[in-house]
């Protein structure tokens, strides 16, 4: 059997779904049996399906940066829950700050200030100055 090339307006919303859920293109190729260029090509064909995957890859990558940050800084967490005999407790979890996870977000963030890797200005000038000459058994 053949790969997929036959575009659905149907596509549209199950593109927009899947990637705001975090699919990959190579993982919407293969849900919807076709190729990465054929995705490509659906999306010059009819820019709705376009502008579906970006907004959902950009809604999936909002929430992967809002959590970052929020594990970089710390945060707190309250559920309730029902005990077995009917009464509710509330508890609130506090998960400190991430260090890594804030080294990440500068490094991205602010990379002149933030990377490891340092420019370092080595031009200028040498001046070699010979004061004898080199001796006779060389």
Known sequence: MGRN??????YIEDARERAEAGATLAELAEHFGC???TLYAWGKKDKR?????KAGREHA???VEATLYQKAVGYS??????EPDGTTKTV???YP????SGIFWL????PDEWRDRHEQDNSGTINVVVTGGLPKDV
């Open 5 to 10: 090339s036959d575009f659905r307006e149907a």
């Open 107 to 110: 490094k991205n963030r602010k």
């Open 92 to 94: 609130t979890t506090h």
């Open 61 to 63: 990558d909002s929430r």
């Open 35 to 37: 190729s990465i260029p």
């Open 97 to 100: 700050a991430d260090t890594t």
């Open 77 to 82: 967490r309250t559920e309730v829950t029902t």
């Open 49 to 53: 399906f376009l502008v579906a995957l």
